[in-house]
Structure formats: structure tokens, C-alpha cells
């Protein structure tokens, strides 16, 4: 038996074509292993087959090939069990609009068969700011309040693992603070978080781990911190004692743009040249060099690196 929170091999999937689309091979042989207790996000633009991935784990998509388990119960021998294990908040919002905040959970607690003695419905809205909606209909909620009682809503049975597809798509700048705030606070508690998007910084920013999927396929699944190291291009800004006729070019820069009539943002290898060899450079192409910056590559500059080198 797997020890991680979330296996998943060799799962493909094809969409059956219609008349007018041809069937579309949406996974393509994707394998994982999500570790327990982390966050771990699931990195791809779109179209790359991430809610795909998430569908067929909650069991509304059929995979075409290959084998899943949730918190170790496989999803087709033991769909109970896989399904108690995992919350999810799917990327397009829905509920009815007729309940409540409050009914809405404890339907969905009942649906879960969860006693009544351990229902939490309240203590859910509160942690995720709705407890004075309690009793609103849902379709006076606002788009951010929505996302926040799907969130709620994926929590009622308590399951070790809770999965956010898109949570941050459409949602403003302080409700996303709140909701992280909300599901770093999981995470410490123990829940083993996963999360798709196609943000970058997001991913930088909360998740310990990182898949990278682009086309149905698996091309990356290291630590964030692996990925970022990963970047062999750094980039290095130099401001310059006047202005430039031409923009200079040398065979060590992979990239020169102007971005003031005096400043120059220059990208190159770090395995070809370092910071020094690029301003001497400079200097002998007749330049006094008044301001320099440099930047460590990102997770931008890998995920466009690696999802080139796939295409
Ligand atoms: P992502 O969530 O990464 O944006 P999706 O999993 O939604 O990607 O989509 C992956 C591919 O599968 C896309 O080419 C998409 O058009 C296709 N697709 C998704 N859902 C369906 C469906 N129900 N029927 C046919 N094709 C689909
Ligand atoms: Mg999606």
C-alpha cells in the first residue's frame, strides 16, 4: 500500500470526438505520487488536462486507462473509502441557489452520512467569514463568498485531504489572502492540501512541491524549491551613463531589451557567464556603468523553459 495522500499511475484519458471534434487524448499516461501533510499545487496553462485529473479522482470523470488510490483506497475497487478521504472544491462553482449557507452544508454532511453530534456547519462558515450568511440564499452571495462556501462545503466530512481546482480564478486580491490564510491553517492542522492553477506566483508562493502538466502530460514533479534552482538563465539590469544609439549585442547575452533609454535588461546562461562578465562587457563596448541589479530566475522562467522544451 502507497503511503502517499494521492497515487495515480499511468492514468490517460480520451474524450469520446463528436461530429465536429475529433477524440481528444486529455492525459496522457500521468503518474504521481502526492505526498501526505503538504501542499502540493498542480501547475499547468489551460487546457492542459488539471481539472481532468481532478474530476477523475472525485469520480466524475471515467479515466480511460491506468489506476488511482486516495488516502490508499483505490477509486474503482474502494470509491467509499476514496471519497471520504478527499474534499473537493471544483472549479466551476455550483450549489442551489434556494438553500442556505447553512443548509447547503449540512445537506451536503448528510449526504456524507455524518451524524448530527459531529456536524460542524457552523464552525465552517465562520472559519471561511460567512457566519452572517448563515441564512441568506446562495444566490445572493457575492462571487468570492460563493467560492468560500464551496470551500466550506468540500470540509464537512472532515477528509485528510482537500483539493482546490482553480480556487484563486476570478476571486479579488483579499479574499485569496483570506483563503490561504484559511488553508495554510488546514495544512498545519494536518490536511494534506492540492491545488491546481495556472498562476505561477501562486504556486511559488504556497506550495512545498509542484507538478508542472502541459498537454495531458507530467513534465515536472520536484520540490519548488528543485524547480526554481532549476532555471539556468539569470538576468541582470544595467543602468548606463547615457543613452544608447543601438541596443549592443554579444554572443553571452540571450536577451536584450531596453527598458529606459538608459537602462538595459540583459538575460543570459549562468553556466556561460556571471554578473562581472556581462558589466565588463559593457565596458568595453564603451559604456560607464552608473546602476546594477540582478534577479534570480523564477518559477516563470522554468515553466517557460520546460513548457517550451515539450511542445
Ligand atoms: P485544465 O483544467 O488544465 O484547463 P481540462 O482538464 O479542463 O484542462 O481540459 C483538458 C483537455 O480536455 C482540453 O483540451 C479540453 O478541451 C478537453 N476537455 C475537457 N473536458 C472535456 C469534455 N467534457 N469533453 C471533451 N473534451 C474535454
Ligand atoms: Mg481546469
Known amino acids: 500500500m502507497s503511503d502517499a495522500a494521492i497515487s495515480i499511475h499511468n492514468v490517460s484519458k480520451t474524450y469520446a470526438g463528436t461530429k465536429n471534434n475529433p477524440p481528444n487524448l486529455a492525459l496522457d499516461d500521468v503518474s504521481l505520487d502526492i505526498p501526505r501533510g503538504k501542499i502540493f499545487g498542480l501547475l ?31 477509486i474503482d475497487r474502494d470509491p467509499r473509502n476514496a471519497k471520504a478521504s478527499i474534499g473537493i472544491v471544483p472549479q466551476e462553482v455550483m450549489f442551489d441557489p434556494f438553500f442556505t449557507p447553512l443548509e447547503t452544508l449540512e445537506l451536503q454532511a448528510g449526504l456524507f452520512g455524518v451524524p448530527k453530534a459531529m456536524r460542524r456547519s457552523v464552525e465552517l462558515l465562520e472559519a471561511v467569514h460567512l ?49 490561504w490564510r484559511y488553508v495554510r491553517g488546514l495544512n498545519d492542522a494536518g490536511v494534506t492540501i492540492v491545488l491546481t492553477t495556472h498562476y505561477l506566483e501562486e504556486a511559488e508562493e504556497l506550495c512545498d512541491r509542484i507538478a508542472i502538466i502541459n498537454h495531458g502530460r507530467v ?12 532555471a539556468s538563465e ?57 546602476d546594477v541589479s540582478t534577479r534570480e530566475a523564477d518559477l516563470e522562467d522554468v515553466f517557460l523553459g520546460l513548457t517550451r522544451d515539450a511542445a
Do not use: C
Open 131 to 179: 457566519a452572517d450568511k448563515a441564512n441568506a440564499y446562495a444566490r445572493t452571495l457575492s462571487g468570492g463568498m460563493k467560492r468560500r462556501l464551496m470551500v466550506a462545503k468540500a470540509m464537512v466530512h472532515s477528509p485528510p485531504i482537500l483539493v482546490l481546482d482553480e480556487p484563486t480564478a476570478g476571486v479579488d486580491i483579499d479574499l485569496r489572502q483570506q483563503l
Open 234 to 290: 539569470k538576468l541582470i539590469v544595467l543602468t548606463l551613463d547615457r543613452d544608447m544609439d543601438d541596443i549592443p549585442d554579444n554572443p553571452l547575452f540571450n536577451k536584450v531589451e531596453r527598458i529606459a533609454p538608459r537602462a538595459l535588461e540583459i538575460t543570459y546562461d549562468k553556466d556561460k557567464a556571471n554578473a562581472g562578465k556581462i558589466m565588463s562587457v559593457m565596458r568595453e563596448a564603451g559604456f560607464d556603468i552608473e
Open 44 to 74: 499547468g496553462p489551460n487546457g492542459a488536462g488539471k481539472s481532468t485529473l481532478i474530476n477523475i479522482l472525485s469520480g466524475l470523470v471515467n479515466k480511460s486507462a491506468g489506476h488511482a488510490s486516495i488516502w490508499g483506497f483505490d
Open 219 to 230: 513534465i515536472a514533479d520536484k520540490t519548488t524549491h528543485e524547480l526554481v534552482s532549476m
